[in-house]
T-cell receptor, first 113, second 113 residues
Framework: GDSVTQMEGPVTLSEEAFLTINCTYT??????LFWYVQYPGEGLQLLLK?????DKGSNKGFEATYRKETTSFHLEKGSVQVSDSAVYFC????????????FGKGTSLLVTP | NAGVTQTPKFQVLKTGQSMTLQCAQD?????MSWYRQDPGMGLRLIHY???????DQGEVPNGYNVSRSTTEDFPLRLLSAAPSQTSVYFC????????????FGPGTRLTVL
């Protein structure tokens, strides 16, 4: 079945450092890909999405490109802030599996001043 | 709009007790779902509904029941609570089955002793 694999955390970075969180997927067909963010004590929020190959999703300085050839959707940010500390989830939605949203296990990011 | 609301925020149960976690949305969304979040496991789908009167099982449905009598409400019932059901539960909704953006409630933290 469909699945998402993302790098294990926690990831600790200094403010203004470059961030990469790796995400790869396994799916039949052409899934939509997402990054969700969960701030402490809150529910998940959609951060960005891409619905077809080579699409780039972007929001709040974060970017991710849908790479069908490597089945990847890595999250990047050029300069992280303390306020970016959160748990980040990669997810996919696929018509072949009833449009359910399948999540990775999450990557915890801590940004220190 | 209140978005997706969940009650209660916290709950402690004894093994064998039953309870209902409430979820409501005021966005007239057709698709609603329940997830549980456990450390190191990400979010796993329990049950989902594509519209009033229609529900289906997700990845981990055992021990849980749902019903969808109205578009707005999607309660999750624990029939006989077990310690393995200690988790954080999130309700989510989106406007349709194929819609990309999914909205999450703030979560219910459940402890079963």
């Amino acid at each position: 079945g469909d699945s998402v694999t993302q790098m294990e955390g926690p990831v600790t970075l200094s403010e203004e450092a470059f961030l990469t969180i790796n995400c790869t997927y396994t799916a039949t067909g052409y899934p939509s890909l997402f990054w969700y963010v969960q701030y402490p004590g809150e529910g998940l929020q959609l951060l960005l999405k891409a619905t077809k190959a080579d699409d780039k999703g972007s929001n709040k300085g974060f970017e991710a490109t849908y790479r069908k050839e490597t089945t990847s959707f890595h999250l990047e940010k050029g300069s992280v802030q303390v306020s970016d500390s959160a748990v980040y989830f990669c997810a996919l939605k696929n018509s072949n599996s009833g449009y359910a949203l399948n999540f990775g296990k999450g990557t915890s990011l801590l940004v220190t001043p | 709009n209140a978005g997706v609301t969940q009650t209660p925020k916290f709950q402690v149960l004894k093994t064998g007790q039953s309870m209902t976690l409430q979820c409501a949305q005021d966005m007239n969304h057709e698709y609603m779902s329940w997830y549980r979040q456990d450390p190191g496991m990400g979010l796993r789908l329990i049950h989902y509904s594509v519209g009033a009167g229609i529900t289906d099982q997700g990845e981990v449905p055992n021990g849980y029941n749902v019903s969808r009598s109205t578009t707005e409400d999607f309660p999750l019932r624990l029939l006989s609570a077990a310690p393995s059901q200690t988790s954080v539960y999130f309700c989510a909704s989106r406007s349709g089955v194929s819609t990309d953006t999914q909205y999450f409630g703030p979560g219910t933290r459940l402890t079963v002793l």
